[in-house]
C-alpha cells in the first residue's frame, strides 16, 4: 500500500524559510511519478502549490513563484518543497500527492506568524 508522510511543518516568523519532506513509502516506482505539493488555507480550496514530473521539470503557483523550490530524491523516495521568504497569506495545511495515481499524504501545517 503507498503511503505519504509529510514533514517540517511548523510556525515560522514572516521572512523565514521552511522545508518540507514528503517520504513515500510501499512502493519501488517513485522515479517514475509525477508529484505535487499542495495546500489549503481555511475557508479555501486545496490549490497547486508546485508540482515536478518524473523528468524533473517543475510548475510553480504564481503565489510561490521565485520563493519556493520543489525537488526530488529519488534514491530516497523523498519530496522536498524548500519555501523562502514566507508570508502570513502561505498559512496552510500542506499535502503531498503522485499525481498519477492520485495518492495525497495526511498534510502538515505550516504557520506564518510573528
Known amino acids: 500500500q503507498v503511503q505519504l508522510v509529510e514533514s517540517g511543518g511548523g510556525l515560522v516568523q514572516p521572512g523565514g524559510p521552511l522545508r518540507l519532506s514528503c517520504a513515500v513509502s510501499g512502493s519501488r516506482f517513485f522515479s517514475g511519478y509525477d508529484m505535487g505539493w499542495y495546500r489549503q488555507a481555511p475557508g479555501k480550496e486545496r490549490e497547486l502549490v508546485a508540482s515536478?514530473?518524473?523528468?524533473?521539470?517543475?510548475n510553480y503557483a504564481d503565489s510561490v513563484k521565485d520563493r519556493c523550490t520543489i525537488s526530488r530524491d529519488n534514491a530516497k523516495n523523498t519530496l522536498y518543497l524548500q519555501m523562502n521568504s514566507l508570508k502570513p497569506e502561505d498559512t496552510a495545511v500542506y499535502y503531498c500527492?503522485?499525481?498519477?495515481?492520485?495518492?495525497w499524504g495526511q498534510g502538515t501545517q505550516v504557520t506564518v506568524s510573528s
Open positions: 500527492r503522485i499525481r498519477n495515481g492520485d495518492y
Open positions: 515536478i514530473s518524473r523528468g524533473g521539470n517543475t
